[in-house]
T-cell receptor, first 114, second 116 residues
Framework: EAQVTQNPRYLITVTGKKLTVTCSQN?????MSWYRQDPGLGLRQIYY???????DKGDVPEGYKVSRKEKRNFPLILESPSPNQTSLYFC?????????????FGPGTRLTVT | AQTVTQSQPEMSVQEAETVTLSCTYD???????LFWYKQPPSRQMILVIR??????QNATENRFSVNFQKAAKSFSLKISDSQLGDAAMYFC?????????????FGTGTRLTIIP
């Protein structure tokens, strides 16, 4: 089954304790992206990757890091989380081809930083 | 920068009736993609319908259809024969075509309630 997986699904942590949210896709997509969702703001892009070892900032990259060492994986790293990073996070992967464009989303990770 | 505006934070409709959700966007591009996503209480993002800007014909998926007005930069979603399972947050989204960041720019969402 084609899918994007994220782990963990729920995480409660304290300010300053480094954490990683993993993302993996099994569709051999080159493009992957992270979004955060906050009430009244919709989803906003944090970082994206167009291929292995190619990453770039999205609209709200401050406080986050990413890496893309393998095509299927795109982890999101919070080296020193703060309460304003409490949010719902989505990983996505996509393809563009002759049949158009579609972005596949993971199930989301609910992060609470206290 | 592209922007997407959903001016209806909340809407409600009687079961079996028809409802239309509004979306406007701003872009200087001539070719792009537009989407409607549904987010039920499970929080999963589910693609409802997709429109390619160069196609004049409005997209349709079963009970869901769009009214795409390119000159007006308007992209509304019509849900016919509303069902209880349609209750969700609906997001309109834009993506540029071509090579580069395939970022989706989202609106702020419309929460749809279905009245039995």
């Amino acid at each position: 089954e084609a899918q994007v997986t994220q782990n963990p699904r729920y995480l409660i942590t304290v300010t300053g304790k480094k954490l990683t949210v993993t993302c993996s896709q099994n569709m051999n997509h080159e493009y992957m992206s992270w979004y955060r969702q906050d009430p009244g703001l919709g989803l906003r892009q944090i970082y994206y990757s167009m291929n292995v070892e190619v990453t770039d900032k999205g609209d709200v990259p401050e406080g986050y890091k990413v890496s893309r060492k393998e095509k299927r994986n795109f982890p999101l790293i919070l080296e020193s989380p703060s309460p304003n990073q409490t949010s719902l996070y989505f990983c996505a992967s996509s393809f563009r081809g002759g049949q158009g464009f579609e972005q596949y989303f993971g199930p989301g990770t609910r992060l609470t930083v206290t | 920068a592209q922007t997407v505006t959903q001016s209806q934070p909340e809407m409600s409709v009687q079961e079996a009736e028809t409802v239309t959700l509004s979306c406007t966007y701003d872009t200087s591009e001539s070719d792009y993609y537009l989407f409607w996503y549904k987010q039920p209480p499970s929080r999963q993002m589910i693609l409802v319908i997709r429109q390619e800007a160069y196609k004049q014909q409005n997209a349709t998926e079963n009970r869901f259809s769009v009214n795409f007005q390119k000159a007006a930069k308007s992209f509304s979603l019509k849900i016919s024969d509303s069902q209880l399972g349609d209750a969700a947050m609906y997001f309109c989204a834009y993506s540029p075509s071509g090579f580069g960041n395939e970022k989706l720019t989202f609106g702020t969402g419309t929460r749809l309630t279905i009245i039995p």
